[in-house]
């Protein structure tokens, strides 16, 4: 009921209670048409209780499906194959970019000042792979279909959307690929395959692979969502 949720914004708000005052009005808001007299209410009324300067409209299935990160400047939406940057102080629209079909983003890292890292995957036309095989009926292997997917090391100019280099990761498409870290001058890629856990140094300037280890893990190790650390010149795992 929508409107439970405008009176607990209420009932918090004369309790001083912000953050739940906020919280409930997002669920109301979540709750009507945000074009409506109530939607444009609602964000008249956040706008006074959480210092909210815009709002984008975004549909929900690319919503579900996107992930986004931000810097100081700008807010980084990650969707599929696109990539778009707006200004964090007004939400206004800096580029779009288009990172190529059947592509999408696997992992990226925006703590760089002047580029946005990411891991690009490149998985074959699923319908068209397997109806080749079986055409030619040949014996269906799935997991040939992960074999064929590639992995690529992307930078991206944040001042203006250009690709400045794509490299190939030497990374199998059978392997899950955890993690994405930028320290000093080097990239560095964690991977998962089966019982082995990976990780690859890459140079910051051109991708160019400086080094790889291998350590063996447990099967329960996935399970724990455990992210590398640096300390001083050490990566942590």
Do not use: C
């Not at 320290?183 to 991977?191: A, G, I, T, W």
């Amino acid at each position: 009921n929508q409107d439970i949720y405008w009176e607990m914004a209420n009932l918090y708000q004369k309790q001083n209670n912000l953050p739940k005052a906020i919280s409930s009005l997002l669920d109301y808001y979540d709750l009507v048409l945000s074009n409506s007299r109530k939607g444009a209410e609602t964000v008249r009324r956040l706008q006074k209780l959480s210092g909210l300067r815009w709002e984008r409209k975004i549909f929900k299935d690319d919503w579900e499906g996107s992930a986004i990160q931000v810097d100081d400047e700008r807010i980084f939406r990650f969707l599929h194959n696109y990539i778009t940057a707006y200004r964090i102080k007004s939400g206004a629209l800096i580029w779009d970019a288009n990172i190529g079909e059947n592509s999408s983003v696997v992992f990226a890292n925006v703590e760089s000042k002047n580029n946005v890292f990411f891991i690009k995957q490149l998985k074959p036309d699923e319908r068209q792979f397997f109806r080749d095989r079986f055409s030619s009926k040949s014996t269906i292997d799935f997991s040939a279909f992960e074999k064929e997917i590639k992995y690529f090391l992307v930078a991206l100019n944040k001042r203006n959307g250009t690709i400045e280099w794509d490299v190939p990761l030497t990374i199998s498409g059978e392997n899950d690929i955890k993690w994405l870290g930028v320290k000093n001058k080097q990239l560095f890629v964690e991977s998962i395959y089966e019982d082995t856990l990976s990780v690859y140094a890459h140079d910051i300037l051109g991708g160019a692979l400086q080094w790889t280890s291998s350590l063996p893990i447990t099967s329960l190790y996935p399970s724990y969502e455990l992210e590398p650390a640096f300390y001083n010149n050490n990566i942590l795992i």
